[in-house]
């Protein structure tokens, strides 16, 4: 439970005001945000659930991507990003100049 005060504290340092904070059934969250006297809803599926399938989706697509780039070109984090930029606005070009649609 000492983790998740740790964490929650360390959230609420970059909030701008106290949020809404959506739980599962993990009781230490409850706890915490209790003691921190924070707004949270219990929620099963719902907004919760579409949060974390949007996480799992991006956590994919990176696999994807650095699984299917040549990565031993690659020297730094910052040639990796300048990497996907660059395959990002050639892909957005290519989109726009076939008319939506991109080529097979």
């Known amino acids: 439970m000492i983790i998740a005060l740790k964490f929650i504290r360390m959230v609420l340092d970059r909030c701008l005001n106290k949020p809404l904070i959506i739980v599962d059934r993990g009781p230490w969250y409850r706890w915490v945000l209790d003691r921190l006297g924070l707004e949270y809803r219990y929620e099963r599926f719902g907004l919760r659930n ?34 996907i930029a660059i395959t990002r606005n050639i892909t957005i070009t290519m989109i726009k100049t076939q008319g939506g649609v991109l080529p097979s």
Request: glycine share 0%; no cysteine; charged share 35%.
């Open 50 to 83: 579409t949060v974390e399938r949007f996480f799992r989706y991006l956590k994919e697509r990176t696999e994807r991507f650095y699984n299917n780039i040549n990565t031993w070109r690659i020297q730094s984090v910052e040639d990796y990003a300048k990497t």
